[in-house]
């Protein structure tokens, strides 16, 4: 039976390991460890490897769920975790300085695995007060001429990250 | 009155069918009761549980019984269809595409298949959101038991005054909608809230199957930008409809419904929606008019099979293990 | 980007450090500390490699390490070791948020890596308070 794999992704503290966590039916993979530089005033400890959780249907398949580590410098990682992905969410971070570049840095970054497969993008912390509108995110892409799902998520409830993969999965069935 | 049976279904669906019916009955042309009888107008057979469904279906048609298929499947059909889950929304149209072939049938004998008919409207709602749209009127004005709530399209925010929320109201049976020209002791009903949903949540709560005036219906529709979030969490049918029509080349109506297996009244309630939300591109106009259209079912294959993705879904739909 | 560093003290006494083991193994030709969140802090390579994309795996692979043993319910996973064609990498902690790497040829003695490896981890440990 085949197995099925979905990349979460995004900056580092954009919830990808509290998204995993929200939604793995058992107790989620992490490779967790202290955090040593800037980002450690935004939280202790950060994803260096990968997260993992599952999801079994209700035949026995699996849906594997693998969460990226966000800082660039582990992008090897990021080559290695979606070989034989089926798609792609991208978590953006609404209260960091630049959520606009955040996004296209991993739209670019992951341009051949989407354009192979599908993307959703889920936007974390929009009531941060100078997050931009979601208006904004849909001009920033406009110019690549593909829509993209953009949907604002409470990522630490299951129902929303249900909502991310239910989005992803509808794109991958529909929209190619 | 019209009476309704169900064959192969489980004693949970018949629960859940039963139940339905007592809800919506405000939001069908005609009466619809619950038969056990064999003599019902229509039977609605879960073609799912039920080996030899061909042959029941041949004997309904030959009593000139209208037979509904209820199944899990998506592939197109011929058949009138009810997808599972059973939702209220997917009942309502089919009852009122059922009105609409038995008082044909009344009429044209010649005239009995394979043809949904405009569906009914209870309100004139559609015509009501065009007026709104453009700026005829000022406030629509929605009721449901002892909660009115207010509407200001342009400004993309509402009140309520009474104890629902607006999304109750809204998918309330006994909701009333009118314009009006001013909101009448505004401080009485609390302040005025922002709801970035709002003219999604009208579109597809308010069309009863009929697109607004100007919607040319044939063509293809191409989606700008998805819903907020609070659209698909309400409908998640609305996730393949957003996928669909955010293909480059967009999809038409019929081509949303045979690969969604979305009703066609929640298609054009998710098009309204996107229409008033400015989120998408319809086909040029080629009449003036809103009145609702009546097209074929459409009977075009699948692009691609949808197991795997059904069964994800299903999987999401379920609480945490 | 503020990140980990070492005073000039230290950065002397991990020097001096490297170069014991430098002297005590001929095999060995790199030496690396970096935080386990990826950072490199110090190093000491005598052929060209890229620190900062090493220090990254590193700790990605030490953390998997880690993870793995859980999993597999076992407990402190003391070294990962990448033997290859051309010689090993070894990798382990160094109180809670640094790591040692250190590469070297075939021709080294694995058990002799990893009793030099780890002396060098202990006096790092006890240096670096």
């Not at chain 1, 990349?7 to 989620?28: L, N, V």
């Not at chain 1, 993992?52 to 080559?79: A, C, H, I, N």
């Not at chain 2, 192969?8 to 939001?27: E, N, P, T, W």
């Not at chain 2, 080996?51 to 009593?63: G, I, K, P, W, Y």
């Amino acid at each position: 039976m085949s197995e099925i794999k979905l990349i979460i992704t995004g900056p580092p503290g954009a919830g990808k390991t509290t998204a995993i966590a929200a939604i793995s039916e058992t107790a989620p993979v992490k490779t967790d460890t202290h955090t040593t530089d800037d980002l450690a005033a935004v939280k202790e400890q950060t994803t260096v490897a990968m997260d993992f959780g599952e999801l079994t249907l209700d035949d026995g398949q699996k849906v594997f769920l693998y969460g990226t580590p966000g800082q660039r410098r582990f992008e090897f990682m990021w080559k290695i975790l979606v070989e034989g992905g089926l798609g792609l969410i991208i978590l953006v971070d609404c209260s960091r300085p630049d959520p606009l570049a955040d996004l296209h840095m991993y739209l670019d970054n992951f341009a051949d695995f989407i354009r192979q497969t599908s993307v959703v993008v889920g936007l974390t912390r929009t009531d941060h007060p100078d997050a931009p509108a979601v208006a904004e995110f849909y001009s920033s892409i406009e110019s690549s001429g593909r829509v993209l799902p953009i949907l604002e998520v409470d990522i630490r409830e299951r129902e929303d990250v249900a909502l991310l993969i239910n989005a992803l999965v509808s794109t991958l069935e529909f929209s190619r | 009155m019209k009476t309704l049976s169900c064959k192969g279904f489980s004693s949970k669906d018949q629960l859940v069918l039963k139940s339905l019916i007592d809800l919506i009955i405000a939001r069908t042309s005609d009466t619809w009761t619950y038969s056990d009888g064999d003599d019902s107008d229509v039977v609605i057979i879960d073609t799912d549980n039920l080996d030899d469904h061909d042959a029941v279906f041949r004997h309904l048609e030959s009593r000139h019984t209208v037979a509904i298929e209820y199944t899990s499947d998506t592939t197109a059909s011929s058949r009138l269809r009810l997808q599972k889950p059973l939702r209220a929304a997917n009942l309502i149209s089919v009852f009122n595409s059922v009105e609409a072939r038995i008082a044909n049938a009344e009429a044209d004998e010649s005239h009995t298949h394979d043809t949904l008919q405009p569906l009914a409207s209870q309100e004139p709602t559609p015509e009501i959101l065009t007026a709104l749209d453009e700026g005829q009127a000022k406030y629509l004005s929605i009721s449901a038991g002892d909660t009115t709530c207010f509407i200001d399209l342009p400004g993309n925010r509402y009140t309520c005054r009474g104890d629902l929320t607006l999304p109750a109201v809204l998918g309330a049976s006994d909701r009333t909608v009118s314009t009006t020209p001013q909101v009448e002791n505004l401080a009485t009903t609390g302040e005025w809230r922002p709801y970035p949903a709002l003219r999604w949540l009208l579109g597809t709560s308010l069309s009863n199957g009929e697109l607004l005036r100007g919607i040319n219906p044939n063509g293809q529709f191409k989606l700008h930008h998805w819903p907020p979030a609070e659209v698909p969490r309400a409908a998640p049918y609305t996730l393949s409809l957003c996928a669909l029509l955010s293909r480059e080349a967009g999809a038409s109506i019929e081509e949303a419904g045979a690969q969604s297996g979305v009703a066609r009244a929640d298609i054009i309630g998710f098009i309204n929606g996107a229409y008033l939300a400015r989120a998408i591109t319809t086909p040029a106009a080629t009449k003036p008019t809103g009145a609702p259209v009546a097209t074929e079912a459409d009977t075009s294959a699948p692009s691609k099979p949808r197991g795997l993705f059904g069964k994800i879904r299903d999987r999401l739909m379920r609480k945490a293990r | 980007m503020s990140q980990y560093k070492f005073s000039e003290r230290s950065e002397a006494f991990c020097q001096d450090l490297f170069q014991n083991m430098f002297d005590t193994s001929d095999a060995i030709y790199g030496i690396l500390i970096s935080t386990v969140d990826g950072h490199d802090v110090s190093k000491s390579f005598s052929r060209d490699m890229p620190a900062a994309k090493l220090s990254a795996m590193m700790s990605a692979i030490l953390a998997l390490g880690e993870t793995i043993a859980v999993e597999a319910e076992q407990q402190q996973c003391r070294y990962v070791i990448v033997e290859n064609s051309d010689g090993y990498i070894l990798t382990l902690k160094i109180k809670d948020k640094l790591i040692l790497s250190v590469i070297a040829t075939t021709q080294a003695n694995l058990g002799m890596l990893h009793s030099v490896s780890r002396n060098a981890a202990e006096k790092l440990a006890a240096q670096l308070r």
